[in-house]
């Protein structure tokens, strides 16, 4: 912390230098400070409770005389540092006539951080906190139970999950489950926990464990109390059901034993093409990435005033890297600045004042260099991320233009043609598509692995596996095992940690070769649905951040590839997307506007309940490689139980296209039984746990396909039932239950139901089926229509017959 030899009060002084501070970014001679000179308190923030503009403020100084000189002169800075091109960043409390005295001394006084405005909402935030918290203390709040299960995963280990909604939504709410020890178990058996508040965007979602509580026997209940008096007891319930059976003793599987680049895995799945003909054939997408390249830099210079650097025009694997440039210093005095260029050497010849001492600063040689014809043929020269470049230049010896990448020379480096694998019997558009992507995001290398592995099991295991026969001929399936494979091979050969592609879409400001490994596009978040350009959380417009955009929707060629695939087959009716990593299982709305955490539409009712009933299948065929159990509170819409993510393709798909779209994080979190906790495994896990993960999300793309399938063959028609809840002598409550994901349409007004009539919705996220309320005796009309069309009784919602479901509803039981 600093020290000042002034109070934080009312004796606050202010600014006055006798000396000014000249600032630059670079060498700064090191001034005398001066004695401090207080003034009187600037008129603008002599009240202690007025705010009249007071602000924090960033300061630049050079060096950390210059923090040092702040604080002698009484300046009031937080107890914040930070070093930045050209020096050092403090941030300061002032009023605006203190920022224009520091500024008249030469200091650097940058952007507000929190200005009055922010307290004031800040304010009334708070008072209306506290206003809802004693609302909410006049009277017990309501609990609603979400979900409470049991589930075993790795090593059979069992595990118990809640989550709670309390109507108090302020975060002095505290909630405690408590829950026996199940059936045969002796009294104290059980255990008790306290519940974290999640919150997203600023607004309470529900109550739940952070990870899920290891627990020796399986509960029966779980009671849950509030410190604001709400109480509720609920049963526990199984998570997944039953593990899936064994696939037939003949069925093969396990065909990935290393990570492999996107080289490899195009050339796997075109090799898997010539060799199954029949079932398979590839399929070339029309936009090929930018590729596996970049032009070719040299950086001259260490002060930041001082330095530029050079890209060459072309690609470095294209000539690029054979420029060279060099800075020479004549021996004669006064010489004028040049630019000589011999095939692709470039010789900036210096200038020099009348000592013969270098003259040229880092402005001139670039704007010397641009300003050549043959020189700027070869390259474009720049200055150090924007700086004025004032410096003088040092002399260097020519300098290879290097691209800098490492892959070997069997990666090529010209624009990649993205290919996807299509598997079907039948590939005449005839039968329902399913698209099976992975690796959008670069460092993410598991995810093609289970790409690849899914498509040898289809092909290797049609002949004589009835399960997977049917697939095979009664879907059409097209697998991407690498959407981003530019960034993939960056990831494999030069930064492992690259997220986004390769294209460079930043300025001059951050193109200088130490910014390299933040240029890309997140093409998780370059689609057109919700997206940043939309105004959607989630994304980011600065081209260096690692969700950045891109500069318009759909700019990427390797976005458009995934559009175009799912336009050119529309008989696509299914999606995984595969991340990693965290274990999570997730579907569309994937975005929200803050702060109002405005989603996108969520899916309907019927919709929803089929998106939860796949769950179930598809995360039992996970859990059957090695007994890994996604957590409940991993699953579920984007928003419900991670973040927003704006301008992401289950989003595109689903909203463009009707694509029912489901996202996998492979990678779920491993439970160390010494520990106790549950460990994350990371993008790049060592092979051995890859491998497991690659092994059990194949298997899970491949219960993708079994419901895909199932829903293709859905003639059966849904069934529902009216149930009364609730009854007094002025109102009567009732939900609707149906025996698999259908909407219910219903009317009150004994009009015919039809597709225009009122939909039954879900209470909220997470929570179970919207309750109607009639203050009246109402005849109530409904049908049923399932996920894949079929109607309830063979009701034609759009003829004239009256065969619809109905039922009266009186306020006093009729019995």
Known sequence: MRSSPHGRGAGRVVVGLAV?????FGALPVLAAPTPTPISTAPDRQSSTARDGVALLRVVVPDQNGVDRLNSMGVDLAEYTKPVDGGIEVHAVLSPREAQTLRDQGFKVGEAISTPADATRNQAERRSAIESAEEAEAEPDTLTPLRAEWFTSVDDQRFLAVEIKSSAVDAETVLTATWDGGRGTPPGSGGTATMSRFTDAGQYMYHRFNAPLPVEHTPVKVTVTSNKGGSVTVPVVKWLGERRKAPGRHYVSDFVDHYMDPTEVTERITGLASQFPKIAQIVDLPYKTNGYRRAAQAQFGTAAASTLYVTSKAFGS???????????????????????????????????????????????????????????????????????????????????????????????REPFQMKALRIGKHRDGSKV?????????????????????????????????????????????????????????????????????????????????????????????????????????????????????????????????????????????????????????????GAYKVPSRELLPRADFGTENFFW???????????????????????????????????????????????????????????????????????????????????????????????????????????????????????????????????????????????????????????????????????????????????????????????????????TDPR
């Open 433 to 589: 598509g399913v698209f099976l992507y992975c690796q959008e995001h670069a460092r993410e290398w598991v995810t093609p692995l289970v790409c690849v592995e899914a498509a040898e099991r289809l092909l290797r295991n049609y002949a004589h596996d009835p399960r997977t026969k049917k697939l095979v001929e009664d879907l059409d399936i097209f697998v991407m095992p690498t959407v981003n494979p530019d960034g993939g091979h960056y990831s494999m050969y030069d930064f492992n940690m690259q997220r986004k592609n390769m294209t460079n879409r930043c300025p001059p400001a951050t193109g200088d070769p130490a910014a390299r490994n933040s240029w890309g596009v997140d093409l998780n978040r370059n689609f057109s649905v919700g997206s940043l350009f939309d105004g959607y959380s989630g994304a980011s417009s600065n081209c260096t951040s690692g969700t950045y955009a891109g500069p318009s929707e759909l700019s990427e060629p390797e976005a458009r590839n995934e559009v175009w695939l799912t336009r050119q087959y529309p008989n696509i009716k299914f999606a995984m997307n595969t991340h990693s990593y965290g274990g999570y299982f997730m579907w569309p709305p």
């Open 318 to 412: 294209e000539g690029g890297n054979d420029v060279s440039v060099a800075l020479v210093k004549p021996d004669a005095a006064s010489s004028a600045l040049s630019v000589t260029v011999t095939g692709k050497d470039v010789v900036v010849n210096l200038a020099t004042d009348a000592s013969a001492a270098v003259a040229s600063t880092a402005r001139q040689v670039v704007d010397a260099l641009n300003g050549d014809a043959a020189a700027s043929a070869l390259l474009t020269a720049s200055t150090y991320r924007g700086d004025a470049g004032a410096g003088p230049v040092a002399a260097s010896a020519a300098v290879k233009l290097t691209d800098d990448l490492k892959a070997p020379a069997d990666i090529r």
């Open 613 to 811: 009933d796949a769950s179930g299948h598809i995360l039992s065929a996970v859990q059957s490689w090695r007994g890994t159990a996604i957590w409940p509170g991993r699953t579920g819409p984007v928003p419900d139980v991670l973040y927003s993510a704006a301008g992401n393709s289950a989003d595109e798909h689903w909203y463009s296209r009707g694509i029912i779209g489901w996202d996998f994080e492979v990678g779920a979190d491993l439970y160390n039984k010494t520990t106790g906790q549950f460990e994350p495994v990371g993008f790049q896990p060592e092979f051995a746990e890859g491998h497991q993960e690659a092994m059990e999300f194949a298997s899970g793309q491949i219960a993708i396909l079994e419901v895909a399938r199932a829903y293709a063959g859905d003639d059966r028609r849904p069934e529902s039932d009216l149930k009364v809840t609730a009854r007094t002598p002025t109102s009567a409550t009732f939900t609707f239950e149906i025996d698999e994901p259908a909407n219910i349409y219903y009317t009150l007004d004994g009009s015919r139901p039809t597709l225009s009539s009122p939909k039954l919705t879900s209470s909220g996220a997470r929570e179970g089926t919207q309750r109607i309320t009639v203050t009246t005796t109402t005849t109530v009309r409904w049908f049923a229509v399932d996920v894949a069309g079929n109607t309830e009784g063979g009701y034609r919602p759009e003829g004239t017959r009256d065969n619809y479901q109905k039922e009266k509803i009186r306020l």
């Open 20 to 24: 000014p501070l000249v600032l630059a």
